[in-house]
């Protein structure tokens, strides 16, 4: 798949949710839900069955492997800190909650959602797994998107606030990617380093998909709508990627 075709993509799904929020003012919350456990168990599966073994298959020593994968998972729990969590699509506004009652634009929140989006393109250029990976972060950044411009608005009472965010953000992955790119430009489409940085996120890919699949029904209810979407999302991973 062309990079710059992925590139553009990535950046027109990040604008596109954003600005059906913008223009619609909400998202019914169930319809929102069962995007989330779609998303959250795509890219688990995805994990499993591909993205894993294409890791300890290309990464000969198994342990180092395993630390990466553990340290994107640690990693994800420390922007965790600092984002509140909107990269699970959810918006918990008892994080930071003097920034988010002081009217003013939620920069902790933002700069750790930043990070976090940068991190994710550094093995988008990966060869058959960026292929892979870059389905999954598409999906993963539509409840994202929303939940953010849906905080902004809610924080800062102004469209004109969001765009610019919505924007910024947009471009934080394929930002990674040509990083990446650019310091190892042979690495970063075959060999160790993208294969290290594809561990990193599968950690944080990891920590992602099992918080949005735990908190997706706070009531811990059985759903067969959940359960039917969860197990759609599965299936796709593993026959679409």
Same mark, same amino acid.
């Given at each position: 798949m062309?990079?710059?075709f992925?590139?553009?993509?990535?950046?027109?799904?990040?604008?596109?949710a954003? =600005?059906?929020?913008?223009?619609f003012?909400?998202?019914?919350q169930?319809?929102?839900? +069962?995007?989330?456990?779609?998303s959250?168990?795509?890219?688990l599966a995805l994990c499993?069955f591909?993205?894993?073994?294409?890791?300890y298959f290309n990464?000969?020593?198994t342990h180092?492997a395993?630390?990466?994968?553990?340290?994107?998972?640690?990693l994800?729990?420390? +922007?965790?800190?600092?984002?509140?969590?909107?990269?699970? =699509?959810?918006i918990h506004t008892?994080?930071?909650?003097?920034e988010?009652?002081?009217?003013k634009?939620?920069?902790?929140?933002?700069? =750790?959602l930043c990070?976090? =989006?940068f991190?994710?393109?550094?093995? +988008?250029?990966?060869g058959?797994?960026?292929?892979?990976?870059?389905?999954?972060?598409l999906?993963?950044?539509?409840?994202i998107s929303?939940a953010?411009?849906?905080?902004?608005f809610?924080?800062?009472?102004s469209k004109?606030?969001?765009i610019?965010?919505?924007i910024?953000?947009?471009?934080m *992955?394929?930002l990674g990617?040509?990083?990446a790119?650019?310091?190892f430009?042979?690495n970063?489409?075959?060999?160790?380093?993208?294969?290290y940085?594809?561990a990193?996120?599968?950690?944080?890919?990891?920590?992602?998909? *099992?918080?949005?699949?735990?908190?997706?029904?706070?009531?811990h209810?059985?759903?067969l709508?959940?359960?039917l979407i969860?197990?759609?999302g599965?299936?796709?991973?593993?026959?679409?990627s």
């Open positions: 062309n990079i710059l992925k590139i553009a993509l990535l950046f027109i799904t990040v604008i596109a954003g =600005g059906f929020v913008l223009l003012k909400t998202i019914p169930k319809a929102l839900k +069962l995007l989330l456990s779609f959250g168990a795509y890219i499993l591909h993205l894993i073994p294409d890791v990464i000969k020593n180092v395993g630390w990466l994968i553990a340290g994107g998972f640690l994800q729990i420390i +922007l965790d800190f600092f984002s509140g969590g909107i990269e699970h =699509g959810h008892e994080h930071h909650h003097n988010y009652s002081s009217h634009f939620p920069t902790v929140m933002f700069a =750790g990070v976090h =989006g991190i994710e393109g550094f093995p +988008l250029m990966l058959e797994a960026g292929n892979n990976l870059f389905v999954g972060i999906l993963h950044n539509l409840p929303v953010l411009v849906t905080l902004i809610m924080v800062t009472h004109k606030s969001v610019l965010p919505l910024f953000f947009a471009a *992955t394929p990617a040509f990083t790119y650019s310091f430009p042979q970063a489409t075959d060999s160790a380093f993208g294969f940085a594809l990193i996120v599968i950690g944080i890919f990891l920590h992602i998909s *099992t918080t949005i699949l735990f908190e997706s029904d706070q009531t209810r059985f759903n709508m959940k359960l969860t197990v759609l599965v299936f796709a991973a593993f026959f679409i």
